[in-house]
């Protein structure tokens, strides 16, 4: 009978459990790095932490560095550092192969974008149909754009104002980021800055993404039932998949008219030309391909520099002589409030260029650890050696808190990079919310832009008082993907008070 065999089939798990064990504990290639021997053995202590505790490994992960020092063995398979100064061996320029680890890529519900490409040479090749787009250049020749949607917003604040209503200014800023980048995807803008709400399907999207992020990683095949289940189905498991289906057919809609509106051959070509070009492989250029590699850019190009603006409001409305002391040096090259003014001409003024950093820091990008693999290389840090092939990572939030780099690390305090500038130290290069190296972000010089330019228009413009806003509002206590909160997304809430002449 079957029963007969079940002590046979049990021992020999047993056994082959204990074995397994015995081999990551001692003879595996990183047996000799520190860290707890459960996580060496095991990736259930981290799924316990990130799927059962919902976000919470990262805390593990930096008591383990308290413990013991700055690289852990957080599971059988990888490696993290906490190093500020190592940041660029782990995510090295494009002349030393980084490839990204094929079991963390799933997270991303996106398997044929730039982001979830393994590849060192595939992505070099899909980053390159893109790289001209985002080039400070083009940027630049991006400004009547960008401006428009700034002026549009704070049309709005100020409606705001007239009507004393109260402003939920994280929704706000995530529509001018979501209406800037479909805008430049598409030549179409999806204009939720004209809602009343600023009804905001990609952030909402991203929310509802970045909560199941570690839940993809674990179970890389849900992903893939759940598009193709019933919306009804889906959503008994995952119940954001209602903006996730939203932002599909806006998507599906946006697409369709811009592959009706390429016959037309218009001047201006957008993200989605360059990638629908003829010359790009067909592979390259399919309708799955498209999708995801839209799900990423309009995801990306939202939320990190909409997260970086509700940080600003939240500490600029919190602290008004910090926020007059910006006012005063825009004055110098913003006379009015909507007096004309470039990017450059911002750039130069250093009290902003430390809130714009400050903001970026507190806001940290993604803080999911993002693990590089050196397919061929062997690193050193310090007296351990890296194997080729060890997926390695860090993690934006310890780099942006780091005391060394940034001493009183929780303060809001433009003042460090001014102070640092003078001693002629470059703090920029401990910025890392969109990573470094030859996987950094796209968009990088995108999210400045809109930056500087919507941090410049709001602090000459408007006084803003805070509403039912606490610091609890902005404070990171777990990862999915992005920081969350207590209650959940960053929220900061605000009721214009005052125009500025």
């Known amino acids: 009978m079957l029963s007969d065999y079940y002590p046979w089939l049990l021992a020999s ?66 490696i993290h550092i906490n190093d500020p100064s190592y940041y660029d061996e782990i995510y090295a320029s494009s002349s030393r192969i980084r490839e990204k680890d094929p079991k963390f890529v799933s997270s991303f519900m996106a398997d044929t974008s730039m982001v979830s490409t393994i590849s060192h040479g595939h992505h070099r090749f899909r980053r390159a149909l893109l790289n001209n787009f985002f080039s400070k250049k083009s940027i630049l020749d991006l400004a009547p754009l960008v401006q428009s949607k700034v002026d549009k917003l704070m049309d709005r ?65 849900l992903p893939r039932l759940l598009e193709i289940a019933p919306l009804w189905l889906a959503c008994k498991f995952q119940p954001g998949r209602p903006n996730l289906a939203q932002m599909q057919t806006n998507m599906h809609a946006t ?19 360059r990638l629908t070009d003829p010359d790009v492989p067909a592979e390259e250029k399919t309708a799955t391909r498209l999708k995801d590699e839209s799900l990423i850019l309009l995801s990306a190009g939202t939320e990190t520099t909409s997260r970086a603006l509700t940080v600003m409001s939240f500490y600029l409305s919190r602290d008004p002589a910090m926020r007059s002391r910006l006012r005063d040096e825009l004055k110098q090259v913003m006379p009015t409030p909507t007096s004309p003014v470039t990017w450059p001409e911002l750039e130069r003024l250093p009290y902003l260029t430390g809130v714009v950093n400050e903001s970026l820091r507190l806001s940290y990008g993604v803080i999911i650890r993002l693990p590089r693999v050196a397919p061929t290389e062997a690193l ?43 001693k002629g130290e470059h703090l920029s290069r401990f910025i890392v919310s969109f990573t470094r190296g030859s996987r950094m972000c796209l968009g990088l010089n995108l999210a400045y832009f809109e930056l500087y330019t919507t941090i410049a228009a709001f602090v000459r413009r408007f006084d803003v008082d805070l509403h039912n806003t606490e610091l609890e509002d902005i404070r990171i206590v777990k990862d999915l993907g992005v920081g969350y909160t207590k209650h959940g997304p960053m929220n900061v809430s605000g009721r214009i008070v005052g125009l500025v002449e």
């Open 255 to 273: 697409l369709s008219a811009h592959e009706e509106k390429s016959h037309a051959k218009s001047s201006q070509q957008t993200i989605f030309d």
């Open 157 to 221: 604040l100020e409606e705001a104002y007239k009507d004393k209503s109260i402003v939920e200014l994280d929704a706000a800023f995530a529509g001018l980021t979501a209406d800037v980048i479909t805008q430049y995807c598409y030549g179409r803008s999806w204009d939720y800055l004209s809602h009343k709400d600023y009804n905001s399907t990609v952030r909402n999207t991203v929310n509802d993404i970045t909560a199941w992020f570690h839940i993809n990683r674990f179970f890389p095949f």
């Open 13 to 78: 798990l047993i056994v082959y459990l204990a074995v397994k064990s015995i081999y990551r504990l001692y003879f595996h290639p990183l047996s000799k790095f520190p860290g707890p021997k459960l996580t060496a053995i095991t990736h259930l202590y981290e799924f316990y932490h990130d799927i059962i505790r919902n976000g919470m490994f990262i805390w593990e992960i930096e008591k383990m560095h308290e413990k013991y020092g700055p690289i852990v063995r957080i599971n059988p398979r990888e």
């Open 380 to 422: 050193q840090y310090q007296n351990y050696t890296i194997p080729p092939g060890t997926p390695m990572s860090t993690i934006s939030y310890f780099v942006h808190r780091n005391p060394t780099v940034f001493p009183d690390p929780e303060a809001f305090n433009p003042d460090r990079w001014i102070e640092a500038a003078e």
